[in-house]
């Protein structure tokens, strides 16, 4: 929902912008990584491969992965990096809010997510790693024990921008699940 009382269509384009703001490829190419179609090098070696939404879907087949053997349905992440130096894949969900309204309900649900995610990518023995990008809005007091039991349950959070040492730690190959 946004301001005026109107969701549906109106709450994901604003939603998107949100989205387009916080683009995690727009972000490393600013950073001074090289960013060609799905994939991101630095000084000429490969770190990443950005896999957002159903591109995940067409990746997890070249390692072997029928998403089906392990979840029941697709999730569709805002953004996805999957390392391949470290075998890890990191998970970006971003929300967007102005007023109450149901994204408060999803933040609660970063536990379910995380494991489902956990079990998508057993089979490669890969690691996980889930944050969630979140506007100002959330900066309230009344946020404080979602964010405890978003910690809690192995989920990080930050605001308006994702740091950059997240990335380079889900790279590292020392990196603890």
Not at 95 to 113: N, P
Request: charged share 25%.
């Amino acid at each position: 929902m946004i301001k005026g009382g109107t969701g549906g269509a109106n709450t994901n384009l604003t939603g998107l912008r949100f989205e387009a703001k916080t683009d995690l490829a727009d972000a490393l190419k600013t950073a001074n990584y090289s960013v060609e179609d799905d994939r991101v090098s630095l000084n000429g070696e490969l770190f990443c491969l950005l896999l957002r939404k159903h591109a995940l879907y067409k990746f997890l087949p070249t390692k072997g992965v029928d998403y089906l053997d392990y979840i029941s349905n697709r999730m569709l992440p805002d953004e996805c990096a999957y390392f391949p130096t470290s075998n890890h894949f990191l998970i970006v969900e971003k929300k967007w809010q102005t007023i109450d309204g149901s994204v408060d309900e999803k933040l609660a649900a970063c536990d379910f997510k995380l494991r489902r995610y956990r079990r998508l990518f057993s089979s490669m023995n890969a690691g996980v790693t889930m944050v969630y990008v979140l506007n100002d809005y959330f900066q309230q007091e009344r946020y404080k024990d979602v964010f405890e039991y978003m910690k809690m349950s192995g989920c990080q959070v930050y605001f308006e921008e994702l740091p950059l040492d997240v990335l380079r730690t889900c790279s590292d190959p020392d990196h603890d699940s």
